[in-house]
């Protein structure tokens, strides 16, 4: 029919622009070469390297793959009359771990036909004639900044009620990555094979249809303004098709606060320009065409929806750290647990069979990890005050009654016991009895200036203080308990300055520790009993202070999560050797990704524990100093921390506690 061939006549001289261009096409040139969305056709057509939006699902598929949310666009222009007119539509969504989906079509129809006989006269109603291309595209991410991209086409021509179909596949490739030049930071490159499969549609006895090309591309974009609320874009495209010319595409896009943007651009002959506007999720965009054939408007829509993958990564990643918290807070509870639980096991079955130094010392493990257990705190000093009363017992057994008098009476200071009155009662009536009873006091004397003299003052205290029990009219013992006391009261003063010092110079958690220190030497002192108030009260105000500042920290200045994602092989691997108790293992992974970007996740707070629990593995196998080395790590990692500090100081005391005793 003579009508079939205007009707392609017709296609074909709206898509070429300028007409001449496509001669040596011999007629094989593709309706929709025009394109789809006013955005891309206002920056020239260059769009294999454009990304954003669900159109280059009509240019380079590739492209789909940095599609951030669900997006529903459409695009519509008339042409010539109201006759005739162009539109397309795509609906694509990303999924985060299996890549983007989109299905998209595209229109040129002609309505109002007149039929006429071989005559040329009018011959029944008018007719409409169509072709429509229907697509399925997909694309994910190969590497990071790199995807691949595919669509399946269908063409069909429709005319009356004559149909033909044919089917195509285009493949593409993108490329987008951060740089450092002068003239941009951002780089993006794209390759698409369109018709590997031509889709080729039988119109009458003739077969016509899109033929087999190529189109590649390259955007570079970069802010202007100082504020970088704005970004210039600049694309270039080269279209060369088997049957055809190379076509040049070139555009640029100048974008302000990401809601506006101003377009141009040169579409192999023509000019085109264009603006955009963003209100929330909906895009509203404007092109403008002239060519030899016509003038066009070109308007099109963009509604997105659902949840951004940047969001779905974060929510992931918040799951995932939510779920690596739990099983490292399960781990941790299960060590502590098991590790207080066994050792007040022990400590309990010591006890019971009279070894009280044992017990202490099991006691004492306990409050390195819980200050506040009360069974521990009351078991140690029981402890400590049996096997004190025991060592007495040997003294009394020895004859040395001052000695052990004054071990009873220290004792009895610290627990009540009914046995500890009547040693104290018997070593009394022994020494009453004593024959050399100035003997007994020169002893007594001789020991608290040795203890004078190696600044032990409490010791020399209270060998003064008893002597004077025993004689209270020893002159000289009295003036050595005035000395004594003065000296104790000056490393009482001491003590309280250097809390203050720590305050001053805002290291709270020393201060902490050292006021605790001072609370448990000096019982119902009110100077140590307020420091340590304030001491906590100004740590937890600057933990709260600190925290805020690493949030705003990682908000303002983190890197973007896709730079960070070599780190999670040594991350996973950390949480796996610390769940399983391989804390050396896990200090080993977790080291690196720490000293690469300390606000990785949770990997901070996590090598703290494994710092710690590595300690506490060394410190039952009684490896002090290997021990103290591991929690004096955690001190790197956070100089404050209030548990490695209280770690080495108790380790440093039994350290020291157990030399005296071979001493």
Request: charged share 30%; aromatic share 10%; net charge negative.
């Amino acid at each position: 029919m003579r009508l079939i061939g205007c009707i392609t006549a017709f296609t074909l001289a709206f898509a070429a622009a300028p007409a001449a261009a496509h001669e040596g096409a011999g007629g094989a040139t593709s309706p929709f070469t025009l394109g789809a969305g006013a955005r891309t056709i206002a920056m020239g057509g260059a769009a294999a390297a454009v990304w954003g939006g669900s159109w280059p699902l009509m240019y380079n598929p590739a492209g789909l793959g940095f599609l951030e949310r669900g997006e529903l666009s459409a695009f519509h222009t008339p042409l010539f009359d109201s006759d005739a007119a162009y539109s397309s539509a795509v609906a694509a969504y990303p999924l985060l771990d299996m890549g983007t989906f989109a299905l998209g079509i595209m229109q040129l129809s002609v309505d109002g036909i007149e039929r006429r006989d071989e005559t040329n006269l009018i011959s029944g109603d008018p007719f409409g004639s169509s072709q429509t291309r229907y697509l399925l595209g997909y694309s994910r991410t190969l590497l990071s900044g790199l995807t691949l991209g595919v669509d399946f086409k269908l063409d069909r021509f429709s005319q009356g009620g004559y149909t033909a179909n044919g089917f195509g596949f285009d493949a593409g490739l993108g490329f987008d990555r951060a740089i450092e030049t002068p003239l941009a930071d951002r780089l993006s490159l794209g390759l698409c094979a369109i018709n590997i499969v031509e889709p080729l549609v039988k119109v009458a006895d003739e077969e016509s249809g899109d033929p087999r090309g190529v189109r590649a591309g390259l955007a570079v974009s970069r802010p202007i303004a100082g504020s970088g609320r704005d970004r210039l874009t600049v694309a270039v495209d080269i279209e060369k098709a088997r049957y055809g010319d190379v076509r040049l595409h070139a555009g640029l896009e100048y974008r302000l606060l990401d809601r506006i943007a101003a377009r141009g651009g040169w579409d192999a002959g023509d000019a085109v320009f264009g603006f955009g506007f963003e209100a929330g999720p909906v895009a509203l965009d404007y092109a403008f065409r002239t060519s030899d054939l016509d003038d066009y408007h070109l308007f099109s829509i963009s509604v997105g929806f659902g949840t951004s993958i940047p969001e779905k990564l974060a929510r992931r990643r918040e799951q995932r750290e939510q779920e690596i918290r739990l099983q490292i807070e399960t781990e941790i509870e299960r060590y502590e647990g098991g590790f207080v639980e066994d050792a007040l096991t022990q400590a309990r079955t010591a006890f019971g069979e009279g070894r009280y130094t044992e017990a202490a010392g099991l006691y004492e493990r306990v409050l390195m990890l819980e200050p506040e257990n009360e069974e521990a705190r009351a078991g140690s000093e029981r402890a400590s005050v049996l096997a004190e009363t025991a060592a007495a017992d040997s003294l009394y057994e020895a004859g040395d009654y001052a000695e052990a008098l004054l071990v009873y009476r220290r004792s009895a200071g610290r627990i009540e016991s009914a046995g500890l009155d009547e040693r104290i009662a018997s070593c009394e009536a022994m020494i009453a009895r004593a024959a050399d009873r100035r003997r007994m006091l020169d002893q007594i004397f001789a020991r608290g200036l040795e203890q004078y003299s190696n600044r032990d003052w409490e010791g020399a205290y209270a060998a003064f203080r008893e002597l004077l029990d025993i004689e209270p009219d020893h002159a000289l013992a009295r003036s050595y308990l005035v000395k004594t006391g003065g000296r104790i009261e000056e490393d009482r003063v001491r003590a309280l300055r250097r809390i203050d010092e720590r305050l001053a110079s805002g290291r709270f958690a020393e201060a902490v520790d050292l006021a605790r220190s001072g609370v448990s030497e000096h019982p119902g002192d009110a100077d140590f009993s307020s420091r340590l108030d304030r001491a906590e009260r100004l740590r937890a105000q600057d933990e709260r202070r600190r925290t805020a500042a690493e949030s705003a920290a990682v908000q303002t200045g983190a890197p973007a999560p896709e730079e960070l994602e070599h780190l999670r092989p040594a991350y996973e691997k950390g949480v796996a050797y610390f769940r399983d108790g391989k804390y050396e293992l896990a200090i080993q992974e977790w080291e690196p990704v720490w000293r690469e970007y300390p606000q990785y996740e949770k990997v901070e707070d996590y090598l703290v524990k494994a710092y710690q629990f590595r300690g506490m593995v060394l410190y039952s196998m009684q490896r002090y100093d290997e021990a103290i080395a591991v929690w004096e790590r955690v001190l790197a990692v956070d100089a404050g921390n209030e548990k490695a500090l209280r770690y080495i100081r108790r380790t440093k005391e039994e350290i020291e506690q157990f030399r005296n005793l071979k001493g």
